[in-house]
């Protein structure tokens, strides 16, 4: 008997840990900033009833890069969460949900500012 449970918990056990599985939560991407050499887009996905989580990535050609993430509940994801200003060599994500700022330079040397204000 012990033998037939665990040969059915097995492969319900590896499907858990799929992450295929994780897509089927995904929502949108969108680009917020783009020129020629690469792309700054975000990627808002639900993990859970009423919690989402939006990823910032760098693209360039092929290759993608994980700038931040940040988890958000589902009352502020309606909201306009994020007021995005891109200069030249500069990208300013504004958002209210969190009080630290985060800074990062890309590979190919734009500034990424994450800021409250």
Known sequence: ????????????LLLQNCSFLEQSDFIETKIISSNL???IIYKYYQTGIG????DFYSVNKSD?????????EDALFTA????????QNELIIRTKL????K???TRNGK???????
């Open 98 to 101: 969190f009080s630290e700022v």
């Open 51 to 54: 919690k989402h989580k939006v």
């Open 111 to 117: 500034s990424i500012i994450l800021t409250n204000r």
């Open 80 to 87: 306009n969460t994020y007021t995005i200003s891109d200069n």
């Open 103 to 105: 800074k990062l330079v």
């Open 64 to 72: 993608s890069t994980k700038l931040f993430e940040h988890n958000i």
């Open 1 to 12: 008997m012990k033998k037939h449970l665990y040969f059915l918990l097995l492969p319900v």
């Open 37 to 39: 050499n690469e792309k």
